[in-house]
């Protein structure tokens, strides 16, 4: 029984990804007769229309979308096996992938990278910074070896190691009343308006849950980062929790002030996750001991 080749599965993700026989075939460096009949041919081994072809474009069929979806998983094994080999013969050198979220990307990689750098010049990493649910499908989709994320964070066949605790600090402007109180606790913010970031970060979460917060502040405003966050509380908007991560990244702006609570309030881990499959250990192992050292 034929089986459908990799040049075939490639052409397909291929005109998937463009709509588009022509620029398909652009990109695949062949003609567009080419790149057509090799389509007709996977057509007829699989025994489906996998295209609607029309003046618009080329469109996939519902066939075609679970084959195109298998084709992306077939050629990504491909290449993740030539890594595998690569990395198996000689570990610590070829690229790696990491993802890292927003709140922690900006503040920590540039202490990182330098040492990275330094102690492995043959591994060539590659940044991907997005929210923590879509760096798992990353993982899981072997486009990303591992994630720096904040835990606890619980996903199916993914393993997780925490590197170090991040304490929440208060921040707010200077007439607050709990800008100058004596003794601040997470207590305090009970009842309080505290800006956060919209749904969808952990950050958000880690807040909710760590310090008690009922009534996030300014709910028409939706901050998606946190040096925004903190714009939002200079201008007078409320006050708000910042990681000691990234104050001690300078991001608090001129005038705000900025306290630890006691006892000190441990918002979040911050730890690395990767594919309980993954054939990267050496290399998580490796960049553990520089993150944690960081």
Request: glycine share 8%; charged share 20%; proline share 7%.
């Amino acid at each position: 029984m034929a089986q459908p080749t990799l040049r075939q599965l490639s052409f397909l993700t291929a005109i998937a990804e463009h709509g588009s026989f022509v620029a398909a075939a652009e990109q695949a460096l062949v003609t567009q007769p080419s790149l057509s009949a090799a389509i007709k041919e996977l057509e007829a081994t699989l025994g489906a229309k996998l295209i609607e072809r029309g003046r618009s474009g080329a469109t996939l069929t519902p066939a075609g979308e679970i084959a195109a979806a298998h084709a992306r998983a077939i050629l990504s094994s491909v290449d993740q096996l030539g890594e595998a080999v690569h990395v198996a013969a000689e570990p610590l050198t070829g690229p790696f992938r990491l993802g890292v979220i927003p709140t922690i990307a900006p503040f920590f990689l540039p202490k990182v990278l330098p040492r990275a750098k330094e102690s492995f010049p043959k591994l060539k990493l590659y940044l991907r910074e997005d929210l923590t649910g879509r760096l798992i499908d990353g993982l899981r989709a072997h486009t990303l070896d591992a994630a720096l994320i904040a835990l606890p964070y619980e996903a199916q066949g993914i393993d997780t190691l925490a590197l170090f605790d991040d304490e929440f600090l208060f921040v707010g402007p200077p007439d607050h009343p709990l800008s100058t109180k004596a003794v601040l606790s997470a207590a305090d913010l009970e009842g309080e308006p505290v800006l956060l970031l919209e749904d969808g970060h952990c950050l958000r979460d880690h807040a909710i849950g760590v310090c008690g917060i009922t009534r996030p502040g300014q709910e028409e405003v939706r901050a998606t980062s946190l040096f925004t966050l903190v714009q939002m509380a200079a201008g007078g908007l409320g006050i708000s929790l910042l990681p000691k991560i990234a104050a001690d990244a300078g991001i608090a702006a001129d005038g705000l002030v900025v306290r630890p609570f006691t006892p000190p309030v441990i918002g979040r881990q911050i730890g690395l996750a990767w594919r309980r499959s993954s054939g990267r250990l050496i290399e998580i192992k490796a960049l553990s001991g520089i993150l944690r050292s960081a």
